[in-house]
């Protein structure tokens, strides 16, 4: 790929990409479309979750088929304590991602013992465990889910109230998480994930032990998942199991590879293309899945690298 | 004399019934290069995993310097500084060149759990990975991504990979192996540069590079080496002749 190219696709795209959204509420306010916000603020809610998984997916290739259980350990931790009268997000965030983490830490270090289809397996397993561990939980409305009567609180702002200042929150949380993990992506540390991925042996060979690095890459991915649930439980105002279900992580995936795998952008790309693509062709038909799946085959088919591989004019990368 | 880099002492290894490593001793010292060479099946790839630490010994002991290694993983031995290069090339495909060395330089360094300062414009990694690509030779492919190398180049790659570590010793598992003739004579010329600085272990089928090379060789056959010594000596040697005309009769 010439260096204009590379030029394009890693500073141009996102940078255009972010500048976008962070226009929507703009062009929300200016045609009065309300919908328009919080289904935007949903997709960006996603996106934090899929930019997460493409961490570990893209640079790792640790394919986790359970990371949705991260979405619903952070809105859980939010609506189990709104449901006890604790509303501020100074409390309930944090709570969301150390549980989340501590998952991760947990899980993780038992899944990472496994390679390829196991590790997928087995994270599913995990997914599902806390799946029904949910559906259980009969005291926070069980297989119901959990209405919140309201949102976290910041102090006296309107930062969680207000559908503006949220959205924005979110956006601003998404391009944190976004720039921090492509530094760190970078870093010693990324390049270790990505080595390994490519020669296990080599790494053993030249005195480096995978394994610490991927549980540290899995934890941290956990963390920001549960992130991501905390907003998400604000933004529907109700936590339900189905948050966590297979479906989810599975969506999640389809997110990271649509969009492009390893660019951690390319997972926003890919959440925003693929909540716009539900959304518009399930106003046409319910059977839109007809649709969507043949089109997501001729996306990874062609564009070698996802959404990403075509704007880039489906060169070899 | 002093004393040796790596000791191998009375290794077994059974797969079965199959006697694969049988009370195998053997001794590189300071400053040579010592060659293992023997018919296929044996058990040369098996003792290099038991040197290198991915097979485990079922009795015997490996020492490096004068340490007990036994029951140390391959990365620990990597730390400790047990160089290797793999039968079949093991090297990063998707970095480049430069990154594959400043990898090995960065895993030389200690732990790698540095989040936040780039690491492809560190000039504590990439001074160092620059300078072994010099020596080895390849300095003019550093921007080149290493899956595109040709098979004598990634060769020289992993043998690059390796130094970035600071090796006290080299364990090469037929380095030579699918090299055309220019690549085998300058793999030749590296690896004689390198040896008065870092002892090497070469497992080699190539006996042209292997008597250019060896300071020593042992001949291995059915898991238990049959004879140890100079070039000369193992050319003159009658059980090594019987062992190869063996195999050529049956060839």
Do not use: C
């Not at chain 1, 509420?25 to 979750?49: E, K």
């Not at chain 1, 530094?183 to 390994?196: D, E, N, P």
């Amino acid at each position: 790929m010439s260096g204009t190219a590379l030029l394009f696709r890693n500073r141009v795209v996102p940078v255009l990409l972010f500048l976008l959204l962070a226009l929507v509420p703009v062009y929300a306010t200016y045609m009065d479309d309300r919908f328009l916000l919080l289904f935007f603020t949903r997709i960006l809610v996603l996106a934090i979750a899929a930019v997460s998984l493409d961490f570990i997916l893209g640079l790792g290739a640790m394919v986790s088929f359970g990371h949705a259980a991260y979405l619903g350990l952070g809105a859980y931790a939010v609506g189990i304590l709104a449901d006890s009268d604790i509303w501020d997000a100074w409390i309930s965030f944090p709570v969301a991602i150390l549980v989340s983490g501590l998952f991760a830490l947990v899980t993780g270090a038992i899944s990472l013992r496994t390679r390829g289809v196991y590790f997928i397996m087995i994270t599913l397993a995990f997914g599902q465990m806390a799946y029904f561990t949910a559906t259980s939980l009969s005291a926070y409305g069980g297989d119901d889910g959990l209405t919140l009567w309201g949102r976290s609180e910041f102090f006296d702002t309107e930062i969680f109230s207000d559908a503006t200042w949220f959205y924005y929150l979110v956006f601003g949380v998404l391009l944190v998480v976004t720039l921090l993990l492509r530094r760190i992506a970078g870093s010693r540390f990324g390049r270790v994930l990505k080595g390994a991925k490519q020669s296990e042996a080599r790494l053993h060979a030249i005195g480096i032990d995978p394994y610490r690095y991927r549980l540290a890459a899995y934890v941290i991915a956990g963390m920001i998942a549960g992130l991501a649930g905390a907003l998400m439980a604000n933004q529907s105002e109700f936590v339900s199991p189905a948050y966590m279900s297979w479906h989810r992580s599975g969506e999640l995936i389809v997110m990271v590879i649509l969009g492009g795998l390893g660019s951690l952008y390319g997972a926003v790309l890919g959440a925003v293309a693929y909540m716009s693509l539900e959304e518009v062709l399930s106003g046409y038909t319910e059977h839109w899945r007809l649709i969507f799946g043949p089109l997501l085959i001729l996306v990874v088919l062609y564009g070698k690298g996802g959404l990403l591989g075509l704007i880039k004019g489906g060169g070899k990368s | 004399m002093s004393a040796p880099v790596l000791q191998l002492k009375n290794l077994n290894k059974t797969y079965g019934a199959l006697r694969v490593t049988k009370d195998l001793s053997l001794e590189v010292r300071p400053g040579e290069i010592h060659a293992v060479i023997g018919p296929n099946g044996a058990g040369k790839t098996t003792l290099i995993g038991q040197i290198a630490g991915n097979v485990r010994s079922d009795s015997g002991k490996v020492f490096f310097g004068n340490r007990d290694v036994t029951a140390l993983p391959v990365a620990r031995r990597a730390q400790l500084g047990l160089g290797r290069s793999f039968q079949i090339t093991a090297i990063l495909p998707e970095f480049s060149v430069l990154e594959n060395v400043a990898l090995g330089v960065q895993a030389h360094q200690g732990h790698s759990f540095h989040f936040f300062k780039p690491a492809d414009t560190d000039k504590g990694l990439n001074r160092k990975a620059l300078a072994i690509l010099d020596k080895v030779k390849l300095f003019h492919r550093v921007e080149t991504r290493a899956g595109d190398l040709s098979h004598g180049e990634k060769r020289v790659l992993e043998l690059a990979i390796a130094l970035a570590g600071e090796p006290k010793l080299l364990l090469l598992d037929e380095p030579m192996a699918g090299t055309g003739p220019e690549e085998t004579k300058n793999l030749v010329e590296v690896l004689q540069s390198l040896k008065t600085t870092i002892p090497m272990l070469l497992v080699e089928h190539d006996m042209d590079a292997v008597f250019q090379l060896a300071d020593r060789i042992s001949v291995l056959v059915y898991g238990g080496i049959i004879a140890t010594g100079t070039p000369d000596e193992i050319r003159n040697d009658d059980k090594v002749r019987e062992a190869y005309l063996g195999e050529d009769e049956t060839a």
